[in-house]
């Protein structure tokens, strides 16, 4: 609050009928802000000029040779050249402030020797603004998010300003290679990006970690290991890298070699076995119950592990034998991992739920109507994902 305002401040407020709380904290607001941008301005004139005059002695008695080093022609005495005005976005609205300039006594050249130290050689938009403006696109299209920023923090970006710093930002971080992951989750959809009409895939691993208990059950860790859209190459190569002990996954995609040990989602296994009955032609009343038959062998707890494997070939065998072959090919296909987690006690996933909760939030953002580059839904899906697991 600036000298003088606090008596200022009742008085303005009392001489007015109808005033509400509403419209006092907007007046008391619109004072802290105006003293912000003065103190914002202020401050960062000073530190230029501290700096300038340890940089080049003071004004009456400029230094030759001082701490500048002209850009152009790397000669280092200069004289000032006074302040230019600039102007940058931030969430309290359009703040102005004072750059530094110097000129080269040598070659002529005027420049701003802060602009790259304090971070703005080119900036419109401070920081703050745009982290904000990602945090609202990586929930809502581009446009709604625009009109909410203006509406929020009086400011405008276009979307398109907004989709630009969403491709930057994606360009600039990393998926970090994590070095020893225990469980990974796999699994694919489709988006509405490229040419052909359905669309392509995104393919998205994540690994996961049981955490500490809450309300009885285990909060998840999760975090992020790959993500990318078109063809399963790019996923196979980084699974291959990182080498999970164990990856589950639905079976839709071959990931032999991806990880020490495979284990096929048991949810899907029972879920895909009706699209393959319905394929073998069986009718819908019978498909039900080999499903069930299916299941009781993967989950019940009544068999050995031997005996599981036993029953399940059996159930191929019931298969083939009833001319089901597509369904005992499902069943045949899956029939060296299906058990694993039976096997291997740290094996703590038998489904891929935790990765397809992550699937419902791709897919609230990416289905918006329009259909999408391949490069702008995977920028906005990275950072979407780094976003939720806490590695932005
Ligand atoms: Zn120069």
């Known amino acids: ?3 003088g305002e606090e008596r200022l401040l009742p008085e303005t407020l009392s001489t ?3 005033v509400t709380v509403n419209d ?7 004072l802290s802000d105006s003293y912000h941008r003065k103190l914002f301005r202020d401050f960062l004139k000073s530190y230029q000029e501290d700096e300038l005059k340890r940089l080049l002695g003071p004004r009456w008695q400029p230094r030759d040779q001082g701490g500048i080093t002209c850009p152009g022609c790397g000669y280092r005495t200069h ?7 600039r102007v940058v976005k ?3 609205g359009h703040f102005h402030f004072l750059l530094a300039q110097v000129q080269c006594t040598s070659c002529g050249r005027t420049h701003r020797p802060f602009a790259g130290s304090l971070g703005i050689a080119f900036l419109r938009v401070l920081p703050e603004l745009e982290q904000k403006a990602i945090s609202l696109a990586v929930k809502l299209p581009y446009r709604p998010s625009s009109h909410l920023l203006e509406e929020f923090f009086r400011v405008r970006l276009s979307h398109e300003g907004i989709r630009r710093v969403v491709s930057r930002k994606a360009t600039e971080q990393k998926i970090e290679p994590v070095s020893e992951v225990t469980n990974c989750l796999v ?5 509405k990006a490229g040419t052909k009409s359905r669309g392509m895939d995104v393919h998205l691993a994540i690994a996961v970690e049981k955490g500490s208990e809450k309300h009885r059950r285990s909060v998840l860790i999760k975090s992020l290991l790959h993500l990318s859209v078109g063809d399963s190459a790019p996923l196979k190569a980084t699974l291959k890298k990182i080498r999970p002990k164990y990856l589950v996954h639905d079976g839709e995609l071959n990931l032999k070699g991806c990880a020490e040990k495979t284990q096929r989602c048991l949810w899907h296994m029972g879920h895909q076995l009706k699209h393959y009955l319905w394929q073998d032609g069986l009718p819908h009343k019978e498909r039900g119950s ?12 009544h ?7 036993i029953a399940y070939g059996k159930l191929i065998n019931e298969f083939c034998r009833l001319g089901l072959y597509t369904s005992a090919g499902h069943l045949a296909l899956a029939k060296e991992e299906i058990f694993n987690y039976r096997k291997e006690p740290n094996l703590c996933f038998t489904t891929t739920s935790p990765v397809e909760r992550e699937m419902r939030e791709l897919n609230r953002r990416a289905d918006v109507g329009a259909r999408w580059s391949q490069k702008g839904i995977e920028n906005l899906l990275k950072i979407l994902f780094l976003k939720r697991f806490n590695q932005y």
Do not use: H, N, W
Not at 24 to 30: A, S, V, Y
Not at 187 to 191: A, G, L, P, R, Y
């Open 1 to 3: 609050m600036l000298p």
């Open 16 to 18: 007015q009928k109808g």
């Open 24 to 30: 006092i904290f907007e007046f008391t607001g619109d």
């Open 79 to 85: 004289r000032r050249r006074g302040f230019r005005t």
């Open 90 to 92: 931030t969430s309290r």
């Open 187 to 191: 699994d694919s959809t489709k988006v």
């Open 290 to 301: 080999f499903r069930e038959k299916l299941c009781g062998i993967l989950y019940g707890s």
């Open 303 to 309: 068999y050995t592990i031997r005996g599981a494997a």
